[in-house]
């Protein structure tokens, strides 16, 4: 049985649970679970990160822990683990990065991401070490401290909220002031930015703590050390510019191998020279290193002593500047290396010096012995304390560094720190050589002795690093009886050893005969205290020396003690002694004393001790302010007892010299250097101070200095008494406590007056207003910054109330008129009531109400004037956060009530003067830096939220009683708060990531926002109305609800429920308010319109549906006011209009908010929906419409947003563009919006290149302008001018677009306009300017190349498309070079979700509301409107690529289908066509590249039309190929000509045009479709003139044929007559069997040979530059016999390229193309295309007949029939204007083109070609080529592409086309399809070898001359001079020269034909003749 669970209420899954059982709760290993019951084993509850799932799981899976449960039982129930609040907030902080986490990964944030993870891994082990290991309170702290900082550091970097913490543990801002929180924000902060330390309310501030720095130095190797001897290796820092070591040695010493004597390597030998501070690192420091060799005296000569006998002798020296390494080892922070290079003295006595001429690079004295020879160490910079320092590094903590110090004491003397040492240097000696040759080798032994003779042990060392010894032994210097050692070591001697100890040194000659001995001839000796007590002074002292020897009775010191030991010294005068001092003889050395037990001070020591001459106590007293500040730290509890005896004994006497005596010890630890020495007075006075009596003599002293204030000339003494004066009553304090002990409180009411009396004096002296006195203002400043420290002593003392009013009393003194000039007194006011709000006294409620009125009276004054406003912050932060503490426990109301009469209205005024500067600095810088902001106003904002948030209804009602009138109450209240809380919203004042102060700013200004609206309903609303007070409140509340802090929907999920937890959804809140107050207003509601329309707007774009819901019907009481005041609510139309625009292309409003304004959605919450209440109104059609209207711009709004945002493309921001671009046009008719939004369109199309398309969007502004000198004002970058200078600007830009974009024919109508208003004007500059520009569009059109687009439709079906495209389908004018499967591509990749249709057809209804993406694309064909145009004659080819594919509206695409029954045996009968007419709203090219279908006209075409357009097409296929080869010379590739004819004679694959006949010749197929008998006859007449076309073709295969392809070429005309017979049977089948028809005899179809001359027969043949040609017969009495051409290598070979041929889309020009011919030098053209095999040329549509695709044509000037067949059906496109362009000349009348071709064979004449009866119409696309039906089914010809008759084909037409390519890819030879060469640069010329055939003498290659150029290419292609004239020749014949046409093929091709002048002219030649 299920029961509830008390205890287990919170668990961790510690396994992960996957089960089958049914309810059972899927979790994951770490997961949270809230568990509600139990039974047997298994618990029910929900999990953390799904709370509405709940389910069953095991107990044993679950950690259960403790946790505390709120609301317990009810619906929020949750629970808290009971646990230490850091692991909780770790715990929840990496839930929280997780999901942030990995997309860093994703968004390639691989650094962060790496760092991220290491900070999260160190989180969890320090989060193991809080629950599991066993901390002492320090080690949790620490740990906790590196928690916090690793939760911070993350936070930021991860955009997450700053959290406030207070010891580690985040603050509940429900516990704390709001001064409180913004204190610890400002902290937290500076810790994450800085990594600065918290900071401890008892510390002592980090300014008066400098910090030191430590150098460690590691030895790491000695490189080439080949000493063979023990060596000492010393370091030191060394002032270069002092010249003198600042810090002590650090000594390695090593063995004769070059090991340790330890270890025996160089690992851990380190040292840390610590305390050297900033001053220190200024200087000019230098690591000195010196090697010390211990051995023999000459390290090469082995004859020099004996071995056993072992000298210290001087070796090598190295120096280091640290000012070259400081900067390195400062920035990097860690160990760097460096070399130290050694070099050696050249003269011994120069070696005391050695570093110092190194440093100078006195090279001349010294020398280096071996290029490698030197140290390695390693540097690094520590900064902090040591012990810290100690506790961080493991090296140092192990013992491994050794501590090396300064000589001196540091910047800053901590108290315990003992320290005694003395340095003692050995500086040089000058000695007697005594009878001997040579100078001796003299060696110092340093001895430290007791006054008995006992050495003291181990207390000399030579450096740090190395154990002590009891004796030091110098260096020997060879032969040097004036030796300099310069050789320091350290003296460490017990304090209470010290008296009676002395330093005796032993000076010994070292000989360097076969003994070797050390003879002693002398020491000499000092002591280390003298007679009075002082120590050794630090100098340089001389030492007799005196003479000795081994028994020279050293032994007892007492003989040699009575001695003087230097000239200080006086003589005993002593005849008679044991030692003699030799005259000649010195010895100096120098000492220096570290010491805090130790004094060289003779004045120090005669006060401590005074009592040895008390006469002098006087003079002693006057001295001690000489004495030295290091000195008085070191004795200062001495001294102070010293001090009071005096005192004690002698008041009268001595009371003033022990007053200030005392005075300047206490501001002595004022200096930074002693400051820590502070403590140590505070524990003196506490308990060692024992003047009991002291206190009376204090007072007097003290009343006397503070009363001498007013008057004295000379005040220093006093500014130092009134300085001290908080230690001074210290002093006073425990003084009188140490009586009032020993005497039972007696002489109590005595010390009360004197106090008083001495606050008397100085209430007397803090009045007086003296600002020109500056000594008087210095004691008055002094005073006052003393004054909180004596209150706070004072409590010990008196009672609270005395306290507070002797308080009261001094600060009621203060002037109350203040220094408008900001006098420091002022500050220093403040400050002094700064730190008496925050002292003890204060904490008191009692004194607070006694206190508080002086300190706000204060304050008030400070900010009325606007002086000292951040100690004024200060003040009040310190006061509310007292209050806010005192809260807790006790009322405050009576507080809070002061504090609102005296700051409020001060507070408000101050607010607003800096945020009005704040915002006045802004608009100077540009912008706004919200951190100043902060800065500046922050504490303020927090101090006047903390007022508020103490305020309650009582006090609001006493505040609003309190004003005399209502325009004060507005003036000086109403607007202020309104407005500042206003800026509050505005300015953001605090940070983004203080979400925590953000929102408890915001739960405070709404809740005086409620407090205060009844008050504004009483006093502003109804009858009083004020509309500034009312807009202020709207506009606070707009800003309100819109802050990004309260938007929590872009929250996470976790951070969402905490806030809504505590604060709800305040937006809501405020709504509701909002529409409170606003139903309050009743008819002044008119007032706000249209001005509150926009905000209002912006509230309902908030995404939260009850607030939109409350707003909404707002709008309907704002159209409501305005149609029964003015009868419509156009202001209200227009302004929401405008306003929506603005707010959702800002970024707001989402997919919901549009069903808002939605004909059918029904709103949440009690408010009626906006229709609901429109349509219960008498003008509801009009709401109705408008609201309609709203919605359809809102979703274009929010598609156009959508566009803009991350990465969508180019093409979906122009489509939502030009999508509310139409609307602004068609239905709302803003004119500006329709102009700003033309630009934005226009911007897109420059930035994608769209040059065309952005001259037609800038086209429809021009076009809204006038030629009129009207002036308007400036718009969006057009300045204010007149309409016709921004007409005539826009049309020159328009003019630039179309020239970038190659539509000349766009821009020409737009020059000539410009051209007649500079005529008009005349203006003749800009005239002749524009004119110019003309010309050249006119040349560019003529000669340069333009691509022509392919087109394609896009349809657009599914749900998640955008509104604009949502169901609908485009045609799009695709990009140059772009085919149907890259448009595809680039589709699917601006839309990756969606799905690609494979068929044509229409989607059914499930498609179209499916909620997915379905793209319908295939390629359509444009029909052109400029028909005239395309079917004139004289029209340039250039010309009609341009109108053939722009200015079009109209697009086609075909679809085969089968109607009825398929007729197995010949599928043709049943093959229909539908062709899908795509009609546009505008045409293409036009203001986007692409348009939606306005409409869609479906055609179908029969069977019998589908015939008659493919043998239609395919005639006028093989008209214009034999054309084009009747122009080659004999020799030329005749491939693609063999192919073609060998495909339409011999049609193996689908069976030819006998399939025609077999379908719709038989005697069925006529007797049951009688109406088809024309279009019968028609397809007869068509089949008739394909066999003469083939015949012709035939002829001129014969003549081009290559030899060896003669059985090819008797082949062709053997199945010619088979196909000729088998049609002329089929024709007389159908005659026969329709005999109105007439009979048509064999004889008609037989190709007749005729030889008369003049009986010319005509052939239609269309070039591939649409020029017509004439071919006329001529005699010719020689024939060119030999024929250059290439042929198929095989029958196979040959029937391969035959049938590929057939797969082959038809043939259209296109510009850059292989089919169009360049130039080359000379005029001589090449052509660029491949003749060796069929080519592959680029086209537009798959489905387009080489018709459509190449020319439209009309019936020419030679043409026998110029009658024209019937329209197809559906097929007209009607006539559209084109560009104003004006036509070229046409030629002269009666002229024409014509050709000429000669006899067949034996120079007999073919039989003219029957002419085409009528003019070509658009036909269907060739079946020949490749046909792209998106439904996948190919078509083939029937006859494999010859005849051109259609059938289905299973195969796939595409692979075939594939894998053909992929055959030229792979290089295959036998491949039919040849590269396509798109520039002059890629066709294969000859080699250099087989030059360009040339006639000799001539430059150049000959040039065809006739009687006139025939133009291949456009009339641009002409050469420049004007065309010969027309010599008079004999009928049929041409003259001609020489023909030089190079033909560009394979290398192994021939070279070019060249006929020469004396061969035979050619029977077929080309030229124009004249009728």
């Excluded at 910047?411 to 003395?422: F, Q």
């Excluded at 309609?1188 to 711009?1193: A, D, F, I, K, Y």
């Excluded at 693609?1536 to 030819?1552: F, Q």
């Amino acid at each position: 049985m299920w029961t509830l669970t008390e205890d287990e209420r919170l668990g961790v899954a510690i396994f992960t649970f996957r089960s089958g059982v049914p309810h059972s709760l899927t979790l994951e290993l770490g997961e949270s679970v809230h568990i509600l019951e139990k039974c047997e084993g298994w618990f029910r509850g929900f999990s953390g990160r799904r709370t509405n799932v709940k389910g069953i799981f095991p107990c044993s899976y679950i950690h259960v822990k403790k946790c505390t449960v709120t609301n317990k039982g009810r619906r929020h129930e949750s629970a808290v683990p009971v646990e230490d609040a850091t692991v909780t907030e770790v715990t929840s902080t990496l839930h929280e990065w997780s999901s942030l986490w990995k997309q860093l990964y994703v968004k390639d944030k691989v650094d962060l991401f790496l760092k991220v993870a290491h900070v999260m891994s160190e989180l969890m082990e320090l989060r193991r070490q809080l629950t599991v290991s066993q901390l002492t309170p320090e080690q949790k702290g620490d740990v906790k401290r590196h928690v916090t900082a690793r939760l911070d550091w993350g936070n930021e970097h991860l955009g997450l909220d700053l959290v406030p913490r207070k010891d580690f543990e985040m603050v509940d801002e429900d516990q704390i002031s709001v001064v409180d929180l913004y204190k610890m924000h400002l902290s937290s902060r500076s810790n994450v930015q800085h990594n600065s330390q918290r900071r401890d309310g008892t510390a002592v501030e980090a300014w008066r703590v400098p910090a030191a720095h430590h150098l460690l130095v590691s030895l790491k190797s000695f490189t080439n050390n080949n000493i063979g001897e023990e060596s000492d290796i010393f370091f030191w820092l060394y002032d270069f510019r002092e010249a003198k070591s600042i810090s002590e040695k650090f000594l390695v010493r090593l063995d004769k191998n070059g090991g340790t004597k330890n270890s025996g390597d160089m690992e851990g030998l380190s040292a840390l020279f610590t305390d050297l501070s900033n001053k220190d690192m200024k200087r000019d420091l230098y690591i000195v290193s010196q090697v010390i060799r211990t051995g023999r005296m000459l390290l090469n000569d082995h004859k020099k002593g004996p071995a056993h006998v072992r000298y210290r002798r001087p070796y090598a020296c190295a120096v280091l500047a640290m000012s070259e390494v400081l900067q390195t080892i400062s920035e990097t922070r860690e160990e760097k290396d460096f070399v130290l290079k050694f070099y050696t003295c050249n003269n011994e006595s120069e070696w005391y010096q050695i570093h110092e001429n190194i440093i100078r690079k006195s090279s001349a004295k010294y020398s280096s012995p071996g290029n490698n020879y030197g140290l390695l160490i390693s540097l690094q910079l520590l900064r902090g304390d040591l012990e810290e320092i100690r506790r961080q590094n493991k090296r140092m903590r192990s013992g491994g560094v050794a501590v090396t110090r300064k000589l001196a004491f540091p910047d800053v003397i901590v108290p315990g720190d003992v320290r005694n040492d003395l340095y003692l240097t050995l500086e040089r000696g000058e000695f007697e050589r005594g009878g001997k040759s040579v100078q001796k080798n003299i060696e110092v032994a340093v001895y430290v002795l007791y006054a008995d003779g006992e050495p003291v042990k181990d207390c000399v060392s030579p450096g740090c690093g190395e154990p002590d010894a009891t004796e030091h032994r110098s260096l020997v210097l060879y032969h040097n009886n004036g030796p300099r050692w310069s050789e320091s070591v350290k003296v460490a001697i017990p304090v209470d050893r010290f008296r009676g100890s002395h330093l005796r040194f032993e000076f010994r000659h070292c000989s360097t005969k076969d003994k070797g001995d050390k003879k002693l001839f002398g020491f000499s000796f000092t002591p280390l205290m003298r007679e009075d007590g002082s120590t050794l002074t630090d100098q340089s002292h001389q030492l007799f020396v005196y003479k000795c020897d081994e028994d020279g009775g050293l032994r007892e010191p007492g003989l040699y003690l009575g001695l003087p030991c230097c000239k200080e010294h006086p003589d005993p005068g002593l005849l008679d002694t044991t030692f003699q001092r030799s005259a000649r003889e010195n010895f100096w050395i120098s000492t220096q004393l570290s010491s805090t037990k130790l004094t060289q001070n003779a004045d120090l020591l005669a006060l401590l001790k005074w009592k040895a001459h008390p006469e002098w106590v006087g003079d002693i007293l006057a001295r001690v302010r000489n004495v030295n500040g290091e000195e008085i730290v070191k004795f200062l509890q001495d001294i102070l007892d010293t001090l009071f005896s005096i005192l004690d004994d002698n008041t009268d006497k001595y009371g003033p010299l022990v007053f200030q005596s005392l005075v300047f010890v206490i501001n002595l630890l004022r200096d930074s250097k002693y400051f820590h020495f502070r403590a140590v007075m505070d524990t003196y006075i506490q308990k060692h101070f024992a003047g009991a009596l002291a206190y009376k003599e204090l007072i007097r002293c003290l009343r006397w200095s503070v009363e001498r204030s007013a008057e004295a000339p000379r005040q220093d003494h006093i500014h130092d008494v009134v300085r001290a004066l908080d230690y001074l009553f210290k002093f006073i304090v425990q003084s009188r406590s140490l009586y009032s002990r020993a005497t039972c409180g007696m002489e109590e009411e005595q010390f009360r007056a004197s106090v008083q009396e001495l606050f008397q004096s100085v209430r007397s002296v803090l009045s007086l207003d003296r600002p020109n006195c500056e000594t008087l203002v210095f004691t008055q400043v002094a005073i006052l910054n003393s004054l909180p420290a004596v209150l706070d002593e004072l409590l010990h003392l008196f009672s609270v109330r005395e306290v507070a009013e002797l308080a009261r009393g001094a600060l009621a003194s203060l002037p109350s008129s203040l220094h408008i000039s900001g006098h420091s007194v002022d500050n220093v006011k403040l400050r002094s009531i700064a730190r008496t709000v925050d002292g003890g006294l204060f904490s008191f409620p009692e004194s607070r109400r006694i206190l508080l009125p002086v300190v706000l009276h204060h304050i008030h004054l400070h900010l009325r004037h606007q002086k000292e406003l951040l100690t004024c912050s200060g003040i009040l932060t310190s006061l509310f956060s007292i209050i806010k503490t005192s809260s807790l426990d006790a009322p405050v109301a009576e507080e809070v009530e002061m504090m609102v009469e005296s700051l409020l209205d001060v507070l408000l005024q101050t607010l607003l003067s800096i945020m009005s500067k704040s915002q006045s600095k802004e608009a100077v810088r540009g912008h706004r830096c919200p951190q100043c902001t902060a800065d500046i106003s922050g504490e303020f904002v927090s101090c006047l939220l903390s007022l508020l948030r103490h305020m309650t209804d009582a006090h609001f009602r006493h505040l609003m009683e309190n004003f005399p009138s209502k325009e004060v109450l507005k003036q000086e209240f109403m607007m202020k708060i309104w407005c500042v809380f206003r800026n509050l919203m505005k300015l953001s004042i605090f940070p983004r990531d203080w979400n925590v102060m953000r929102l408890l700013t915001s739960h405070i200004i709404l809740t005086t926002v409620q407090r205060l609206a009844p008050f504004q309903l009483k006093n502003f609303g109804g009858a009083d109305f004020d509309f500034k007070v009312w807009s202020s409140y709207f506009s606070l509340a707009v800003l309100y609800i819109n802050q990004p802090s309260l938007q929590l929907e872009n929250m996470s999920p976790s951070k969402r429920k905490k806030i809504f937890d505590k604060y709800g959804d305040m937006r809501v809140t405020m709504t509701s308010e909002l529409y409170s107050m606003w139903q309050n207003l009743n008819e002044n509601k008119i007032h706000f319109i249209p001005g509150m329309i926009g905000p209002f707007l912006g509230v309902t774009l908030v995404p939260q549906p009850e607030v939109r819901n409350i707003m909404i019907p707002i709008f309907h009481d704002m159209m409501d006011c305005e149609q029964r005041k003015n009868g419509n609510f156009k202001q209200v139309e227009a302004e929401l209009i405008d306003k929506l625009d603005g707010l959702v292309s800002e970024g707001k409003g989402d997919e919901n908010y549009r069903e808002l304004f939605g004909l059918l959605t029904q709103l949440f919450g009690p408010y009626p929906s906006l229709l609901e209440k429109i349509e219960q109104e008498t003008w509801r059609e009009t709401g109705i419409s408008f609201v309609t209207s709203v919605t359809r711009l809102m979703e274009r709004l929010l598609d156009y947003r959508d566009s803009m945002k991350g990465d969508e493309t180019e093409n979906k921001k122009i489509g939502c563009t030009v999508n509310l671009l139409n609307f602004y046009k068609s239905e709302s008719n803003k004119e500006e919006m329709y102009i700003r939004y033309l630009h934005k369109l226009c911007d897109m199309h420059l930035q994608a290149d769209n040059y065309t398309e952005a001259a037609f969007a800038l086209l429809l502004y021009w076009e809204l302008l006038h030629w009129d000198e009207r002036p308007i004002k400036d718009l969006l970058h057009y300045p204010a001018q007149s309409e016709w200078h921004r007409k005539e600007a826009l049309c020159r830009k328009i003019i630039h677009y179309f020239n970038k974009g190659k539509c000349w024919e766009f821009g020409i109508p737009l020059c000539r306009e410009l051209a007649f208003q500079y005529e008009s004007l005349y203006d003749y500059q800009s005239l002749s300017w524009i004119r110019k520009l003309e010309a050249a569009y006119f040349d560019h059109i003529m000669e340069q190349q333009r691509l022509e687009p392919e087109f394609f439709r896009v349809g657009f079906y599914g749900r998640k498309f955008p509104f604009f495209l949502r169901n609908k389908e485009f045609v799009c004018r695709g990009h140059d070079y772009e085919r149907l499967e890259a448009f595809q591509q680039r589709m699917l990749g601006e839309f990756p979700q969606a799905i690609a249709m494979q068929h044509p057809n229409q989607p059914d209804e499930a498609i179209l509301q499916c909620d997915a993406q379905y793209l319908q694309i295939y390629a359509v064909t444009p029909v052109p409107e400029a028909v005239a145009i395309l079917q004139s004659d004289r029209v340039p080819d250039r010309i009609k690529s341009f109108y053939r594919v722009n200015n079009v509206r109209r697009f086609r695409h075909d679809r085969p289908f089968h109607k009825g029954p398929k007729d197995r045996d010949n599928e043709f009968k049943s093959l229909w066509i539908e062709r899908t007419t795509l009609i546009l709203a505008h045409p293409l090219p036009g203001i986007s590249r692409w348009f939606e279908v306005e409409k869609r006209e479906l055609v179908e075409v029969s069977p019998l039309e589908n015939a008659i357009s493919v043998v239609e097409n395919k005639n006028q296929e093989l008209r214009t190929l034999i054309s084009r080869y009747q122009l080659k010379q004999p020799h030329n590739n005749i491939n693609l000509l063999s192919m073609t004819l060998n495909g339409v004679v011999d049609a193996a694959v689908n069976g030819g045009i006998a399939r025609y006949q077999e379908a719709f010749f038989g005697k069925d197929y006529v007797d049951s479709h009688p109406q088809d008998s024309d279009k019968i006859a028609q397809l007869k007449h068509l089949m008739q003139e394909q066999l003469h076309i083939l015949a012709v073709g035939l002829a001129v295969h014969d003549k081009l044929v290559h030899p060896e392809m003669r059985p090819l070429h008797k082949k062709l005309m053997d199945h010619f007559q088979v196909m000729k017979s088998s049609l002329c049977q089929g024709l007389c089948a159908s005659d026969q069997a329709n005999p109105s028809r007439g009979t048509a005899s064999p004889e008609s179809f037989k190709v007749h040979r005729r030889s008369e001359a003049g009986n010319v027969g005509n052939l239609l043949i269309l070039a591939d530059t649409e020029e017509f040609y004439g071919v006329q017969a001529t005699r010719s009495s020689t024939v060119p016999s030999h024929f250059i051409s290439s042929a198929l290598s095989t029958h196979k070979e040959k029937r391969n390229n035959r049938e590929l041929l057939m797969l082959l889309p038809p043939q259209r020009e296109r510009p850059n193309s292989f089919m169009y011919q360049n130039f080359i030098e000379g005029g001589q053209r090449v052509f660029l295309h491949q003749l060796t095999g069929p080519t592959c040329k680029p086209c537009s549509d798959p489905n387009l007949s080489f018709t459509d695709k190449v020319v439209t044509s009309t019936p020419s000037s030679w043409s026998l029939d110029s009658g024209s067949r019937e329209v197809v059906p559906g097929l007209s496109t009607g006539d559209v204007a084109a560009p104003p362009v004006p036509p070229r000349n046409a030629p002269p009348q009666g002229q024409h083109l014509s050709m000429h071709y000669d006899a067949l064979h034996h120079s007999e004449l073919p039989p003219a070609l029957p002419l085409r009866k009528s003019r070509p119409q658009y036909t269907l696309a060739s079946p020949t080529g490749l046909a792209s039906i998106p439904n996948g089914t190919n078509y083939a010809s029937l006859d494999g592409g010859g005849s051109g008759v259609w059938s289905p084909n299973q195969s796939n037409s595409t692979d075939a086309s594939e894998s053909a390519g992929n055959r030229t890819k792979r290089g295959d030879p036998f491949s039919p399809f040849q590269r396509l060469c798109y520039n002059v640069s890629d066709l294969p010329f000859p080699s250099p070898s087989t030059p360009w055939p040339r006639r000799s003498g001539e430059g150049r290659p000959p040039r065809c001359r006739h009687l006139h150029y025939i133009p291949v290419h456009s009339p641009l292609d002409r050469p420049s001079e004007p065309p010969p004239a027309m010599p008079s020749v004999r009928e049929g014949l041409v003259p001609e020269e020489n023909h030089c046409v190079h033909m560009p093929g394979h290398g192994s091709r021939p070279p070019i034909a060249v006929i020469e002048r004396d061969q035979a002219r050619a029977p077929w030649t080309c030229g124009i003749t004249q009728e």
